[in-house]
Structures are given as C-alpha cells and as structure tokens.
C-alpha cells in the first residue's frame, strides 16, 4: 500500500537534497549561514512531536558556518551528530544519567574530519542509552518519535537521526552500527542507512578500536546523499588501528555511474534465522516485485550461516563486558536492567565460547565469500516486524514466537555485522498503516561503491513517495 503524500511546512531549502544544497552553497546561491537558521527553525517545528535532535548548539553552528568553505566536500552543509561522540563544548551524554551534563573539550577525530570537510555540526541526535537498545530512549531525554506516526517508536540506536533526517531537520547525520542501530531505524523512518565495513568509516572510542562489530555509518534521505555523507566521513587514520584508505573513485561517483547487469538473491527470512509476520513478508516481496530494471534479476536463495546468532551474541556481549570493566562503577551504577544483562552474559562468557565464536565468524564469512560470487548483492528483512508503539522496548512476540531480550527481534541484522559486511537499509514500500519499510541489501566484502551503485537505481526504479515530511499523529 503506498502512503499519500504527507505535508511539510518547513523551510524550503530544508526540502532539498544535500546534494543540491550543496551545488547551491558552492555556487554562492545560498550561505551555510542561512542554512543553519532554516536547519534551527525546522529543530524548533518537530522537536515537540519528535524529540529527535536533543541537544541543538545554535551558537557554535552558527560559528562554524561563518568559517565554511564553499569549496570544501559538504561546503558549509548543517548536519546532525549521534550522541555516542563527542563534539567539543557541546553536551554530549551518551544518553545515561552519569554523564547527563558533561561537555567535553575536544570532539572525536570523526567529527573533526567532518568539519574539515565542511560539515557544521548543528546538534546532537536522541539514543539509548550508551548506544544499547533498538528503541531510541532515556532518562536524560526521554524518548524519540516516528515521524510517519508519533504514537509509534522510531528504533535505535540512531533513532535520532532517522527521525531528524525523517523531518527535514538536517539533510545528512551521522549514525553507528552494531546490531541494526542505523538499519532498523532507517527501516522505520523512511530514510537510508549504511553500515559500511568495518574501517571505512572512522571509528569510535579509543576502547573499541579494534573491535570490528561496532562501526560509523552514514545516513541521508536518498541513496547518492548517503554516498556523499560516506566520501565526508572516509578515509585513513591511524587514530583508527583498523581504519583504511578512502577509494581511488568517491563512493558518489560509483554511487551514479551505470552498475550493468546485476543479480539479487532474495531471502525472505534467512533459512529461519527469524520470525517475519506476514505483513512484512508481504511488504519486502511487493516491494521487490516493483523493481523494473534492464540486467536486474532477482532470485529466491538463502547463505549457508549455521551458527550465526550464537556467534554474534557471544562477541557482542564480550565486547560489552571489555568496555564495562573500564568503565568506573559510578557510570554503570545507573545503567538500564536490559543494558545490565548485556554486561553479565558477558561476564559469564567462558574461553570456549569465545573461542568457538571466533571459529564460526570465519567460517561464516567464506560461506558469505562463496556466495557473493553468485550474486551482487543479498536482499532479506531488516526487521521481521515494523514500528510498535513507542512505550514497548522491544516486541514481545514476533508473529507468534516469543522474544527472549531485545536482541531477538534484531537477528537479521547480525550477518552483515559478523562477517564484516556492508548492508544497507532501502525504502522498500509501505505495510498497509502506510508506515515506511525498508529492505536490507547485503554487499559483499569491501563492496560499499557497487551496494550503493545497485541501491540508487533500485530507489530511482521505485519513485516512493518519501519525505521530509511533517511529523504525523
């Protein structure tokens, strides 16, 4: 069911893409400076509704924009930043208690590469709290809204920026990943996320560095803005011990050139992997049968991944314990109960399971390897279930079948994060509410430039009716 085009009252420079605001700031058509105050008027329109960009800072934005270079990448374009990382003299709280008034001095080396490349930070954008969950709440700032409907959860972690770039808040923000938290609300809201492979993209606390799991990710409201935001945030540095190279070809060059013929394998649930109601098995297939493209074939075809959800959940939950035990006990003294139990099964890992873990990582990724010889890219749900009403944390049952945590309704965003995968979330088409859904496209290793090559004339192919839009009760 396609939705009706939904109003949007906002700036008009706020309607368009960053791509052609950023044409129209290189040719002098308009100032960073003036779009700053159109990205702080819409803020001020939805935030009541959303609850989105958190913590705006209008003054250093205002700043920033004064010193933008017009022939920088993004040219003074306003962008919004996960409040994950930090960005110096700007709140920054991880969204827990412990630190809910902390401003830190400097900013991370991931935003310092966006400002120089012409991004001006114009906020900070609403996550769980300290990136744990897939529904975007806390005790600092309480809870983010779906724009398409605003009785309904936007996800998480980035449900901020899905929601923010949803509205027309900013035209390019900044997300991370490690089980769907850009995918899912991306899925949710209508917009597009990539988790690029691990390195790309630059990384995250120092902690982490060589943890593979947990990535920075670009999001945008069509495909070639998502590649954009990519080319502002890629490259090497050794800030990063896994970090790499940008590529020779911008991602937005290879993002718009011609992909030829292209082969999709189309897994409605991944062998089992997950529950998936019957709506949104509906909505994924209707989606995929509008797809009108010479050279596009699309196969029904499912990896071989045996292994993989045990596989996710013990690394995940050793990379939560190896971050808790270096965390001070007054920080981890207000951590929600759901984010606590990620903390002890990872205290309670043995050698073995760790170790088996990392077995079957590598054995899942030459399945991944074989199979991508077949195809170009792997289509299957980012989620078996669209939005809930935003009070529930995560569903309780999918389609029948129990939840045993939060993780579980999150399955199908663990291949892509395990076997260092770049997957990208696409507006499919709608469920029959009219809320937005997305499908996930699987790229193989190393393979951002052809994913978004192959997601751009899908999304050109389907034409959806999508935002900004105005947030919707």
């Given at each position: ?18 791509r ?22 819409r ?7 959303i ?34 990382t ?29 400002e ?31 724009p ?82 990519l ?12 970090s ?7 991602y ?13 394998a ?12 019957p ?23 499912t ?31 207000h ?11 990872g ?56 939840s ?12 892509a ?31 951002e ?16 009716p ?8």
């Amino acid at each position: 069911m396609a939705a009706e085009p939904l109003a949007f009252s906002g700036p008009e420079f706020c309607q368009l893409s960053a791509r052609d605001v950023v044409a129209l700031l290189k040719a002098g058509k308009v100032s960073s400076a003036e779009l700053v105050e159109a990205s702080l008027t819409r803020i001020s329109q939805t935030s009541p509704a959303i609850n989105a960009m958190v913590t705006p800072c209008p003054d250093r934005a205002r700043e920033t924009a004064a010193k933008a270079d017009p022939d920088s990448l993004l040219a003074g374009l306003p962008i919004g930043i996960k409040d994950l990382t930090p960005v110096a003299g700007v709140r920054t709280t991880w969204g827990t208690k412990a630190f809910a008034e902390f401003i830190p001095d400097t900013s991370d080396p991931l935003v310092e590469r966006l400002e120089a490349r012409g991004g001006v930070v114009v906020g900070k954008t609403n996550t769980p709290e300290m990136g744990a969950g897939a529904n975007t709440f806390n005790a600092v700032f309480g809870m983010t809204r779906n724009p398409w409907n605003t009785a309904m959860n936007a996800a998480g972690s980035s449900g901020g920026a899905a929601a923010g770039l949803a509205t027309g808040e900013v035209w390019l923000s900044h997300g991370s990943d490690l089980g769907g938290s850009l995918r899912t609300p991306a899925s949710f809201c209508g917009i597009v996320g990539l988790r690029p492979s691990p390195g790309v993209a630059g990384g995250g606390p120092a902690k982490e560095g060589f943890d593979p799991m947990p990535v920075q990710g670009p999001m945008a409201r069509n495909v070639p803005d998502c590649a954009l935001m990519l080319d502002a945030m890629a490259g090497f540095d050794p800030v990063w011990p896994i970090s790499r190279p940008a590529p020779e070809s911008p991602y937005l060059t290879t993002c718009l050139a011609d992909p030829g013929a292209f082969r999709i394998a189309f897994s409605a649930d991944l062998d089992g992997l997950g529950p998936v109601t019957p709506e949104m098995d509906s909505a994924l297939r209707n989606g995929l049968s509008q797809i009108d493209i010479p050279g596009c074939e699309i196969v029904e075809d499912t990896p071989e991944i045996d292994g993989l959800e045990s596989c996710f959940r013990t690394l995940r939950a050793l990379g939560f314990w190896a971050g808790a035990r270096q965390t001070p006990d007054e920080v981890t003294r207000h951590f929600k109960p759901t984010l606590q139990q990620n903390i002890a099964e990872g205290r309670a890992l043995q050698v073995d399971d760790i170790a088996t873990a990392l077995t079957t990582r590598s054995q899942l990724y030459d399945s991944m390897r074989g199979f991508f010889q077949r195809y170009d890219v792997l289509a299957c749900p980012v989620s078996g279930i669209g939005p809930l009403p935003v009070e529930i944390e995560y569903p309780p049952e999918i389609n029948g079948i129990p939840s045993r945590d939060y993780l579980d309704w999150l399955r199908f965003a663990f291949l892509a994060t395990v076997c260092s995968l770049p997957a990208l979330s696409l507006p499919i088409g709608f469920d029959a509410k009219g809320m937005p859904v997305g499908v996930q496209l699987i790229g193989p290793p190393r393979g951002e430039g052809r994913l978004l090559q192959i997601a751009r004339v899908i999304e050109e192919s389907l034409a959806l009716p999508l935002g900004p839009i105005d947030p919707r009760g």
